[in-house]
């Protein structure tokens, strides 16, 4: 395939933008009929889920080596104020990862602990201490939910951590 | 009930997939996720460098099997998703630089989505990964190919996927050209653009002033993720 639409292209007075239509050779690829949607086996579907299942003993073994490099990583940050961005972007990292696969097996708290947490290290150009302890805080509950292999919304004990992580942002927001 | 056979359902064994992700294990799910869902070939990358290394070879070799979908997580070192986005947007081979390009990444970044947005990216995929939303977004990609853009500081896919009320003038509706890639033939036709929403505007060259074109049209939450 060449592109041909580089002629006549750019100059002063001329047009500058183009709509380049492609052909759709996915939809060549994967068949279906032309024009109208189409969908992935629910076949393939059910199956990519069960291989997925079958590493969840491979997750929690991961997880708990992610919470134990990020529970490090965080307490470099309390102790090495030069270098706390630098560790709090690790610790974001890892979060991230935690995040991506908690709700795929299961852990949607675990998830949400994460992602919540991680909305605080997004913008680390003055963490402060206070949110240094909403960050542990999170890191807390995260430790909570894997210890105790919380799934789901956790029940009460789920609601009551979900809770108190949100009072703490709350007040932090409030302090900023 | 319908069956692969009678056309429903998408044969994906034909697909050639690349995953660029440093995260080892999430790399490894993603890989077991496209895997089960029956993509023929899954290539990895640890990150964005290695993810061009394969892609240029790719490229290059001839008779070499072309990867068709690039899945590169935002968050990756050496070369993160962005700046391999911008590397694929800006190559000299059509064959990458019109690649379907599905970004990983989570909501609380919401800067990152946004400038992935403007570099072109395909499709986003929200973490947290699910096998649903993985399925969702190669479905996307090939019911609903966008037409590629390229204007001053843009190249990518159409950034507006749908066409919204609008009571005033539109301004970003002018003339433009079309272009047609289909093979060694392109024909190329000029004609008025379509409003918004259908296609991207533009304005000449003398009225851009050198930096604006698709770019300049505000960002709307509908087209990020």
């Given at each position: 395939m060449t592109d041909k639409s580089d002629k006549g292209l750019p100059g002063k007075g001329t047009r500058v933008v183009e709509i380049i239509e492609l052909p759709n050779k996915l939809r060549a690829k994967v068949g279906?009929?032309?024009?109208k949607p189409g969908q992935i086996d629910p076949a393939a579907i059910d199956r990519a889920s069960r291989h997925v299942a079958r590493m969840a003993e491979a997750h929690q073994a991961q997880t708990r080596i992610d919470l134990t490099t990020l529970q490090a990583a965080f307490e470099q940050a309390k102790r090495d104020t030069e270098h706390r961005v630098q560790h709090l972007r690790k610790v974001y990292k890892i979060s991230d990862g935690i995040m991506t696969l908690g709700r795929t097996f299961g852990y949607n708290l675990l998830s949400d602990f994460a992602n919540s947490m991680n909305h605080f290290l997004v913008d680390l150009e003055n963490p402060t201490d206070a949110l240094l302890t909403v960050v542990g805080l999170h890191i807390d509950a995260m430790h909570v939910v894997v210890r105790d292999d919380i799934k789901g919304d956790g029940g009460e004990l789920g609601q009551a951590l979900t809770k108190s992580l949100a009072l703490a942002r709350a007040k932090l927001i409030h302090k900023r | 009930m319908a069956s692969a056979k009678s056309g429903?359902?998408?044969?994906?064994?034909?697909l050639s997939v690349l995953v660029a992700d440093d995260n080892r294990f999430v790399r490894t799910i993603l890989v077991t996720v496209l895997r089960g869902l029956g993509v023929g070939r899954v290539l990895q990358a640890e990150n964005g460098e290695e993810a061009t290394a394969i892609l240029d070879v790719s490229t290059q070799i001839q008779g070499a099997s072309d990867i068709d979908i690039v899945f590169a997580d935002h968050l990756m070192a050496p070369v993160d998703g962005l700046e391999l986005l911008k590397w694929v947007r800006e190559h000299d081979h059509d064959k990458l630089k019109f690649m379907p390009y599905i970004m990983m990444s989570g909501e609380a970044d919401e800067n990152a989505v946004r400038m992935a947005r403007d570099g072109g990216v395909t499709e986003y995929l929200a973490k947290p990964m699910s096998v649903a939303n993985v399925a969702s977004r190669l479905v996307a990609i090939v019911d609903k190919p966008r037409p590629f853009i390229r204007a001053p500081g843009y190249i990518g896919?159409?950034?507006?996927r749908q066409t919204l009320p609008y009571a005033g003038d539109d301004r970003r509706v002018m003339t433009g050209r079309r272009v047609t890639l289909d093979g060694a033939q392109a024909p190329i036709e000029d004609e008025a653009l379509p409003p918004v929403g259908q296609a991207v505007p533009e304005v000449a060259a003398e009225e851009a002033g050198g930096a604006v074109g698709a770019e300049a049209a505000p960002p709307s939450p509908e087209t990020l993720g």
């Open positions: 279906g009929a032309a024009g | 429903k359902y998408y044969r994906l064994d034909g896919p159409d950034r507006r």
